[in-house]
Every structure is written in C-alpha cells, then in structure tokens.
C-alpha cells in the first residue's frame, strides 16, 4: 500500500470560495492527505463555449485563498499548457512527480463526478486516482448507482455543508452590486473588485 497520500483538488474556481476551502480541508483530514493540490482549470473541454474569466487571473485567486494553509498548495499545471485541459494527464503528471509513490485523490463536486464518463478516458483516469465526491447533505446516493460498480468502487463520499455557496451565485451577486463578504476570503474579494471581475466596477 502507498504510504503518501496526496489530494489534488480540480476546479474551475471561478471564483475559488469558502465552499471549496471547507471541502479540502475536510478532505485533507479524513483521507489523511499529506497535501491538497489545487489545479485551477486552464481551458475545460466541457467548457468550450464559456467564456470563464482567465485562467491566470482564476489561479491567483486560488493563491491568495489558500496561501495561510500550510498543506494547501497551488499547481498552475493545467493554467500553463496548451490545448484543452484533461484531468487524465493531470493525475499523469502528479503521479510522475512522485515516481508513483503516491496514492491520488482527485477531490471534486459530486455533479461533476457523475459526468465522468463523458471525461477524457475515465478508465485510464480511474485507474490513476480514487475520487472524492464532495456532496451536499440530503444527496441522493442512488445517483450514482448508475456509475458501473468498479467506478463506483473508486469513489469516496465526502458530505460538506460548504456546497451551498456556489461559484455562479458569487458571479451573479458581484453582477448585481450584491454583498459576497463571508463566502469567500477577504484577499479574493478584494481582488474581485480590484480587477472589476463579474461586470461590477
Ligand atoms: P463544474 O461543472 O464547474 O462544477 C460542478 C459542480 O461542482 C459545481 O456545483 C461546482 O461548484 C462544484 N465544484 C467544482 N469543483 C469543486 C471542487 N473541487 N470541490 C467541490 N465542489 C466543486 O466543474 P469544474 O469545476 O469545471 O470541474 C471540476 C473538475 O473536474 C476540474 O478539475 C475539471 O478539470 C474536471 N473535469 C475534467 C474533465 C475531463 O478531463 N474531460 C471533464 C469535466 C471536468 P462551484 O461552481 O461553486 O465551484
């Protein structure tokens, strides 16, 4: 069995909010994670007719939230390459950097992950990882009994009350001139509104 243990926490985080802090720190703890990695999007395959904020203005966001955490670290890897971003050579690379000592948990939304077979090669993907699902309390499990049960088997649950903030509703209040003070860090808000993301000067 592989002693080190490493998270690796996708997302678009756009913006990154006390939701998706709340979930890696949960997970850090349960699964004994030695770090959680986390790789903002760079340009999402399922994403192609967004037009997300930039990926380097996402990942400095990512930076400010997470930089008073001492086993929270930031990867620019899916920022920095070219072409569309696949989670399978994500967990590639990660796997590489640690000469395959390390077992990977790939820490995501549970919507997200009962979309996985729409993913570039989940097989292989599933064959790189465990994912950890992270729900909302009250989820309904037997969504993804439609999973075939070797990916299923790949899957830990991780229930969070965090999930009720959402990235969309942070975007949509910053639109309106509404208040996002309590969902997300100061440092990310401040660079919200500093950067005038969301179409709010
Ligand atoms: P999404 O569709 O934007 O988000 C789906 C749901 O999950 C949203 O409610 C979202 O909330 C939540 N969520 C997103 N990231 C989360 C996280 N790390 N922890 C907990 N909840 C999370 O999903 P996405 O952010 O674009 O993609 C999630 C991950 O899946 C990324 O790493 C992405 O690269 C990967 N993915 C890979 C492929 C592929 O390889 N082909 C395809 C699809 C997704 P918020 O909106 O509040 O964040």
Redesign the pocket.
């Known amino acids: 069995m592989k002693e080190k243990r490493i998270g690796i ?5 756009d913006p990154i ?1 006390y ?2 802090l709340v ?1 890696a720190e949960a997970a850090w703890y349960a699964f004994a994670l030695e770090k959680v990695i986390f ?1 903002p ?1 760079g340009s ?4 192609r007719n967004n037009h997300a904020t930039a990926a380097e203005q996402r990942a400095e966001m990512a930076g400010l939230a997470i930089a008073s955490n001492p086993h929270f670290v930031l990867s620019k890897i899916e920022v920095e390459r070219q072409g569309f ?4 050579d994500t967990v590639s690379a990660i796997n590489q950097q640690y000469h395959g000592a390390a077992a990977i948990y790939f ?3 549970a ?2 992950v009962l ?1 996985i077979d ?3 090669k989940p097989e292989q993907l599933l064959s790189l990882c465990r994912f950890v699902a ?1 729900t909302r309390p009250g989820f309904d499990l037997s969504r993804l009994d439609k999973l075939p049960s070797a990916w299923r088997d790949k899957i830990d649950l991780l229930e969070s009350p965090g ?1 009720d ?4 509703d942070i975007r949509q209040r910053v639109h309106d001139g509404r208040p996002i003070k309590y969902l997300l860090p100061e440092s990310v808000e401040e660079y919200i509104y500093q950067h005038q993301l969301y179409g709010k000067a």
């Open positions: 926490m996708g997302g678009t985080f909010h939701g998706h979930i790789i999007t999402p395959p399922h994403k971003s696949y989670s399978v820490i995501t939304g919507d997200a979309e729409t993913w570039h992270a999930l903030i959402s990235s969309t």
